[in-house]
């Protein structure tokens, strides 16, 4: 089976039944807090790359990490996925969940790039601009990129503003160069 349709047919599983039992913000909020562990503990993502250790020790190692602070449902779901051997790919199910619920909210993801960190203000009158020409909700993220020199690329969702220094010397270079 495609990567891809493991992890939307798990995560949409996850949405529809957090959805029916009422518990979907939270759910959201619990996986979002096992993503951000699992990148922060390259551990865990062996744990679950690794071939040798049982699913039963992984679904223990798992409980006793995420017990405390997720909710049933996420912890239930969790074991789900590592009883079906399917472990490797809970970044890219949560992923997808995140992606679905946003959806469902009417919330947009953006990405704003930028040479230097970006303070409050811009970065709230950004939020301001896209929530007028899109109408909707945005969820606008960050990155510092040095290699733009200057200015910022703007992604939202599938439409890309690329307004940086580096962007344009390069157009400058092809258009002297001849070489397109």
Known sequence: MNDS???????KA?????????????V????????DICRQVSELTDLFH???I??????????EVF????????????DLIILNKRETFIPDIICRFISVYKKHKGITSATLTTATPVDREVRNRIIDLIDKAYKTKVDLAGKVEESL????????????????????????????????
Do not use: M, Q
């Not at 909710?71 to 239930?76: A, P």
């Not at 962007?167 to 092809?174: A, D, F, G, P, V």
């Open 50 to 52: 690794s071939p040798i």
């Open 14 to 26: 996850l949405f529809l039944s957090a959805k029916e039992k009422k518990v979907l913000d939270k």
């Open 54 to 63: 049982p699913a039963s020790k992984k679904k223990v190692i798992v409980r």
């Open 149 to 180: 020199i200057g200015g910022f690329v703007l992604r939202i969702e599938d439409h890309l503003f690329n307004a940086s220094v580096s962007s344009e010397l390069k157009k400058i270079k092809r258009e002297l160069t001849g070489k397109y």
């Open 28 to 35: 959201h909020n619990d996986v979002v807090f096992v993503l």
């Open 67 to 78: 017990r405390p602070d997720v909710n049933k449902l996420t912890l239930n779901f969790l």
């Open 5 to 11: 349709k493991i992890a939307v047919r798990y995560a």
